[in-house]
């Protein structure tokens, strides 16, 4: 079965403070992706990569960058959290350069006070 | 840039009744198309998807649903629906273009009362 985890469940920051989330997949999957899930909202997508040291933009990339340096580890940052990214930010991984069906992390909720 | 839309963001149903969720995208070229379910507690996984062929997708317990080009939709549809089948789902759709993303809608709450 396709894992893909993510090293943190649950965290709590403070306004202002740098975050990283890391996330890794072992199916040798090319894509990888963040989205961000809010109630009434859907999923929205962040960024993607479909390669190492690859990535593009999603639907909103602002306050957020990303990091794949290696092909199964994606990482997302937040430079400067803000109250505003407080959510549930899950990461997704894919086979094939037309990408398909996504494989899920369990997610992770940040709380930014 | 293309869109999803889910007309039902709650739907309340008895045990028992026939179940079906709207949905409709925006692109006018070929699509992969993809149901996904959201248990509480648990993380997305994946209900049925629609790549090619017969446009009547058959998914996991019990779930199917049918891709109508002209309408740009792909329903889902589950003819008797259980207690166990609370969940939020989610369509999403993805143009089969390399170095593309799948965007979903913003998803609809099943409530099923036994």
């Known amino acids: 079965d396709v894992k893909v985890t993510q090293s943190s469940r649950y965290l709590v920051k403070r306004t202002g403070e740098k975050v990283f989330l890391e996330c890794v997949q072992d199916?040798?999957?090319?894509?990888m992706f963040w989205y961000r899930q809010d109630p009434g909202l859907g999923l929205r997508l962040i960024y993607f990569?479909?390669?190492?040291?690859?990535?593009e933009k999603g639907d909103i990339p602002e306050g957020y960058s990303v990091s794949r340096e290696k092909k199964e580890r994606f990482s997302l940052i937040l430079e400067s959290a803000s109250t505003n990214q407080t959510s549930m930010y899950l990461c997704?991984?894919?086979?094939?350069?037309?990408?398909?069906?996504?494989?899920f992390g369990e997610g992770s909720r940040l709380t930014v006070l | 840039a293309q869109s999803v839309s889910q007309h039902n963001h709650h739907v309340i149903l008895s045990e028992a009744a026939s179940l079906e969720l709207g949905c409709n995208y925006s692109?006018?070229?070929?699509?992969?198309l993809f149901w996904y379910v959201q248990y509480p507690g648990q993380h997305l996984q994946l209900l049925l998807k629609?790549?090619?062929?017969?446009?009547l997708v058959k998914g996991i317990k019990g779930f199917e649903a049918e891709f109508i080009k002209s309408k740009f939709s792909f329903n889902l549809r589950k003819p008797s629906v259980q207690w166990s089948d609370t969940a939020e789902y989610f369509c999403?759709?993805?143009?089969?273009?390399?170095?593309?993303?799948?965007?979903f809608g913003k998803g609809t709450t099943l409530s099923v009362s036994s």
């Open positions: 990569s479909y390669d190492v040291k690859m990535k």
């Open positions: 629609y790549f090619s062929g017969d446009p």
């Open positions: 199916m040798d999957h090319e894509n």
């Open positions: 997704a991984s894919s086979f094939g350069p037309r990408g398909g069906e996504l494989f």
């Open positions: 999403a759709v993805n143009t089969n273009q390399a170095g593309t993303a799948l965007i």
């Open positions: 692109y006018g070229g070929t699509v992969n």
